[in-house]
Every structure is written in C-alpha cells, then in structure tokens.
C-alpha cells in the first residue's frame, strides 16, 4: 500500500533545514565578526602597547617599575640609557645589583622599596645622588608609588625619577657666590678671604689640592699667595714661564687636564712638567671686569680614585668671576687701610718728633744757658770748672742729636750707598773695642760696668770685604744703646761666622731689657720701649731704625733678644767676602824698620784682652825679648817682682785699672818706665794717663812702628 506523503510535515522539515542553516551563517557571521572585533582590540592593544611604549621613551624622567623582589619589570629608554643598557628589553631580570651603580646605593635603592611595598604608600619628590654608568655623579628628583591589581594587591612598584644636577649646581653655584661675597666684607685679609674662598670650593668638589695664584704684569712675577696641596711645598714668587698656571694666565682660558691632555700640551711644548704629577688639574684664569687676567684658581687630583669633571670647569668658571671681584675689593680695601695706618704713622711720627725734640733739644739748651748765665754773672766761681764740664757734656748731647736728624734726613731722602773696601778682620775689631771703651768712659759708668770682647781668632787674621763705615755706624749705636740702658753690670761685644760668608755681630748687656711686645717697636723712628713723657732715658728714637735700615740695605739682618730686668742681645749680620791676609810687598821704607835687638830685656804686658796679647807677642817676636804677662792691673803690681824692664799697660782692665795699678808699681819703683797702651783717643784720656805716672802712651790699634820707637827709647837709649 503507498505511503501517503504528508506534504505538510515535509514542509515543516524543509523549514526547519533553512532555519538551521540560516543560523549557521549567522553563527559564521558573528564568529567572523568577533575575529575581526578581537583583531581590532588585539590591533587596539598593540598600538596602546606601542603608544605607551613611544610615551615612556619620550618622557622625560626616568621609569621603571619592579616586582615584589625588586626585579626590574620593564623601564623605559631613559633609564636603559642611564644604566648602559642596549634596550629597555634588557632590563628585565635584572636588579640594581647588576647595574652601574654602587652597592651602598643599590642597599639604598632596595630599603625605600621595601618601603613602599610594606607601607603602600608612596613616596614622591625625594633628592638623592646616583653615579651613571661612566662613573660621574648626578644628583636626582625620585618618586615611588605601589603597583597593585584587580584586587587590590600590592604586587610591585612603579618609580620614576629626573635628573636635577644642573638644577642643584645652579644652587650650589648661586650659594657660593652668595658666600665668597660675604667672606669678602668679613674677612680681615686676603689670606683669611683665600682661605674661606677654599672651603666654598670644597664644597662643590674634591679640592683638598688648592691654590690661588697672582700675577703682576708690570714684572711678570706670579706668586702664590694661598697654596694648599698635599704632595708640594708653596712655590717661590717667579718670574712667568712654561707651567700649566703660566698656560692658563697666558692664553686667558680655562684648562681641565687628564694625563692624556697633558701629555699632549707637554709634547706640544706648551707646558713643562713642574712639582708632583697630577691626575685632574683644573685651573681658571681670575679676571677683572676690564678682563685683565690678574691670577689663577686651581685644583687638582692625584689619584684615580678621585677625578675631576667637566661640570667642575663649569662651577669654577661661574665662581671665579666672584673670585676676581672679591681679590679686587679686598686689595683695594688692603691699600686704603695701609694707607690711613702710613697717614696715621706719618701724623704719629710727627708728633712724636715734636714731642722728642721739644724735650731732647730743650734739656741740653737748659744746661748750657743756664750755665753759661752763671758763668756770666761771677757767681760762685769756685765752681766755674763743673760748670765748664755741664756745658761741654750738653753741647755734645746737642751735637749728637742734631747728628742723628741729618742722618735721618739722608737716610729718608736719599738711598744709602755702599762703599765696599777689603780690610782686616783685627782692625775692624780693635777699632771698635776702642768705641766702646771710649763710649763707656764718656757715660761715667766705668766703674759700674765691665766690659768683655770675645772674637774668634782664626777670623781675625781673615781679610773681608765690605762697608766697614757702615759696619761701624752700626755698632756704635748698638755700643750708645747697651750704655745707656744698662745701669751696672756687663756689656761684651763680640765677633764671629757661623756660617760661611756671613759675618755676626753681637752686643750683649745686663740692662732694663724690652719686653717681647716691644722688639719691634724700638726699630721704628722716634720709638723707644718707653714711649712716656716721663721716660727715664733719654734720646730721639733713631739709631736702631737707622741701623736696621743699613743692615737690610747690606742685605743683612739686625735682630733682638731680651727680656725685662734680664738684658738685651742685638745681632747685627752681613754677607762679606772673606779671603786670607797677605802681607803687602815689603817697600825700601818698611826694609828699613827692623826689630830693635832686645836680647835679655824683660817686657810685662798687662792687658786683659787675649787677642791684643796675641798681637803683641807677633809684634814683639823678632825682637828677642822675654815676655811677662798680667790680665789685670793686680796681677801686674804682683809681677813686678819678677823685674820687668818695662811694662805697657791697658788702661781699661777688671779688678784694678791701668790708672790706679800705675800709680802703685811707681810708688814702688818709680824708674821703671811704663807705657799705656789704651784704646781711649780723647785727649783728656792721655793726660789722665800721664798724671797717673805713664812715661808714654800708643793709641789702639797699636802702631808697631811707634811700639818699637817707645821701646827703643826706654831701654836701649
């Protein structure tokens, strides 16, 4: 039997088929249409990727972000830049241990960190210092916030920083020069104004090694008026020549060197090598506002440990305009302050002449007119004869005073000029034996102070060759000056070389002293260690200022030693040229004086000086004569005993003097003849001499041809 076809449930079918169909395309569709939505969100992404990359990398900070382990994640160009890296992909992996800076800042880098990520807040705009990868130092701006999740997690962090080195030098500069500005009003000189200028530097960078240099144009002498360095001595003051200092005032330019650079300047032959060989040397030229070169700031390294930057050129060059204008004012202000203290040395010495004079001139003036009005009158001239004396003394005074203000005058107007002569060591030294014998005499303090001499002997029988009038001119106010402030005790006067070349001079007394506050004020005009009114010396104030000048001028040094109620040392020393006596060529005149023949004749030579009996022994050597001696005049009254022919007798001598030791041998032999041999030239002195019972008397230094004469008439007439 057919089937009957149920034409209605085939359709419903074939409906169902289309439906299904129609649904599967449209499946396709929407699968199509979500590949092609996923590939525009995977396109979308990418680009957003690609646009936040291209925005890292044109950021201008520094970006980073790491893990909970502080592993870097990812950073952007900047930063694998700053750490010397190839690419921003090489960071990851890595921590701050694999990175150029140090380990003490990796610890640092790693504790804020932590830091973050435990207390979850961030920690933003905080300054710190990082060495990059070619080791300079830069100082940065750092901030650090947590990085978290959907959830809420802290599961990283993500940081940025800037670099404010420029930044921070521009403070840094601005505040050095703000400082070197102030250091230029409160600073007392330059050396205290060089010396703040350092410690500004040392701020910026390594500058334990520092020097200011100077330079004079005029002479082209370049001193170094602050040095500090660690290796080298302070360099002389010299003359420009071919140093890196020299380079850098030459050519007007600032000059950082590296060993390299200056092994190229060295071949070049624009620099020589001089004192200890630096790594860094870093000098600038110390400009005035009209841009005249007058110095040189420097620094420099000597290890390389510690090096100097290109940005370290750049501060000393901001600076060293500061630098310039403050060496400038604190000359300035140097020179007016010099000034006002010469005006006020100059209005100072003024009065002190006035007052001086008024006092000096007027005492003497008082003696010899009131003197000589009383000579006038009649009065009393039983006494006429200590009148005479008074005003003889005074007008000396007068005399000496008046003297010393025209050797002022020449000496303040005029250069002094030196007469250089060869002459022997002796007689320079008996010569002024016999000023200060004399010098004594005249005080009247003969019996209140002894007298020594002290020479060295191989140096007396030494020619030298210099002013021997100068050399006098200065002992003689060195002789006035230890009588006059020593009241009783001893003054020796000495001679000697201790050094090669240089000759010394020394005045010793047991005087009033001056105190250590006052040494340098005694050499200075008008000024004596009592500067009162009522001062109990006399004098105008010149002679040691005129001494010390004289010295200075031989190139020699005039110095004090003292101390109150003790005594005073002065030292007077000079360059000479020292070369050995030889004896003039012997003249038919000088054949003629020959030693008388004083065969079994007796001389006693009392003479407290050891070099003249040393000297009298020489002269006395062909004459066969047996020589006694005595040091004194005691020793020379005990000696007549061993009957002496004749004696010659110092006049000046310890324990008993010349005078009184021949007033006794005459009382007992009143014919043996005595000659005085006295270094006293007044002739007040020889009738002394005479009244006391000499026979003759040979003025010091001993003439030998008047020697022999004296000889010859006593014992051989």
């Keep these: 039997m057919k089937k009957r076809i149920d034409f209605k449930l085939l359709g419903h079918r074939t409906n169902t088929q289309k439906e299904l169909k129609k649904s599967h395309d449209h499946f396709k569709r929407i ?19 690609q646009m936040l990359k291209l925005v890292l990398n044109n950021m201008p900070s520094f970006v980073f972000w790491k893990d909970l382990n502080s592993v870097y994640l990812g950073c952007n160009y900047l930063f694998a830049a700053n750490a010397g890296l190839k690419s921003s992909e090489d960071i990851i992996g890595k921590t701050d241990y694999d990175l150029p800076w140090k380990d003490t800042e990796a610890e640092g880098y790693r504790a804020d960190d932590r830091e973050v990520m435990d207390t979850g807040k961030a920690k933003v705009n ?26 809420g997690a802290i599961i990283g962090i993500l940081g940025t920083f800037e670099d404010i080195t420029e930044y921070k030098l521009g403070q840094a500069v601005q505040a050095a020069i703000y400082e070197i500005s102030e250091a230029t ?73 590296t060993p390299e650079v200056f092994r190229q300047l060295i071949e070049s032959g624009k620099v020589e090598s001089v004192g200890s060989p630096s790594v860094d040397w870093l000098g600038v030229p110390l400009k005035t506002r009209q841009g005249e070169t007058i110095g040189v700031m420097a620094v420099q390294t000597y290890t390389e440990a510690v090096r100097l930057e290109p940005k ?13 204008m403050a060496i400038e004012h604190k000359q300035s202000e140097e020179a007016l302050q010099k000034a006002k203290e010469m005006a006020e040395e100059s209005n100072r010495l003024k009065s002190a002449f006035l007052a001086t004079m008024n006092h000096e001139l007027r005492t003497p003036l008082n003696h010899i007119i009131g003197f000589s009005d009383l000579m006038r009158s009649g009065a009393i001239l039983e006494n006429i004869s200590d009148y005479a004396d008074i005003i003889h003394k005074s007008s000396h005074n007068l005399l000496e005073i008046i003297e010393g203000i025209f050797e002022l005058a020449v000496v303040e107007q005029s250069e002094i000029k030196l007469r250089l002569k060869t002459f022997k060591c002796l007689d320079l030294f008996l010569n002024n034996k016999s000023e200060l014998t004399e010098i004594l005499e005249i005080s009247g303090k003969k019996d209140l102070i002894e007298l020594s001499f002290n020479a060295d002997r191989a140096l007396l029988l ?19 000056n230890a009588v006059k402030f020593t009241k009783s005790g001893k003054i020796e006067f000495g001679m000697q070389m201790d050094q090669p070349g240089m000759l010394s001079f020394y005045v010793d007394d047991t005087g009033i002293g001056i105190p250590e506050s006052k040494h340098e004020i005694v050499f200075e005009f008008f000024r004596q260690a009592d500067d009162s009114y009522t001062r ?37 020393t000079i360059p000479v040229l020292v070369s050995d006596y030889v004896a003039a060529p012997v003249t038919e005149e000088k054949k003629r004086l020959s030693a008388p023949a004083l065969e079994g004749k007796r001389v006693l030579i009392a003479e407290d000086d050891p070099v003249c009996i040393n000297l009298m022994r020489i002269f006395l050597s062909g ?26 007798m110092d006049l000046n001598m310890p324990l008993m003097d010349g005078y009184e030791a021949t007033r006794i041998v005459k009382s007992k032999k009143p014919n043996l003849p005595i000659i005085a041999v006295t270094a006293y030239a007044l002739s007040s002195d020889k009738h002394k001499a005479m009244e006391a019972g000499c026979d003759g008397i040979i003025s010091k230094p001993v003439d030998q041809r008047l020697l022999f004469g004296e000889l010859k008439k006593h014992l051989l007439s």
């Design 31 to 49: 699968v199509k249409f979500n590949e092609a939505l996923r590939k525009k969100a995977e396109d979308a992404l990418w680009e957003s990727s």
């Design 312 to 324: 370290h050129l750049d501060i000393m060059e901001f600076v060293s305009t500061q630098v310039a």
């Design 623 to 648: 004459t066969g004569i047996t020589i006694i001696e005595a040091s004194n005049g005691k020793e020379a009254i005990e000696r007549i005993d061993t009957n002496p022919d004749i004696i010659l």
């Design 462 to 480: 030494k020619n030298i060759t210099s002013d021997k009038n100068r050399i006098n001119q200065v002992l003689i106010n060195l002789f006035k």
């Design 126 to 151: 905080y300054e710190e210092t990082q060495f990059t990868a070619d080791g300079r130092s830069t100082w940065l701006r750092t901030s650090k916030i947590p990085l978290r999740n959907a959830e």
């Design 536 to 572: 109990e010396f006399g004098g105008v104030g010149i002679g040691l200022a005129i001494s010390k000048k004289i010295a200075e001028v031989m190139k020699g040094s005039l110095t004090l030693e003292s101390q109150p109620g003790v005594g005073s040392r002065f030292i007077f």
């Design 185 to 257: 009003q409160s600073a007392l000189s330059l050396n205290e104004l060089f010396s703040s200028i350092h410690l500004v530097i040392a701020e910026l960078m390594p500058a334990n090694n520092f020097f200011i240099a100077l330079y004079n144009p005029v002479n082209e002498i370049i001193s170094f008026p602050y040095y500090a360095d660690e290796y080298d001595p302070k360099p002389p003051s010299s003359k420009i020549s071919r140093g890196l200092t020299d380079y850098v005032i030459q050519s007007g330019r600032p000059l950082l060197t």
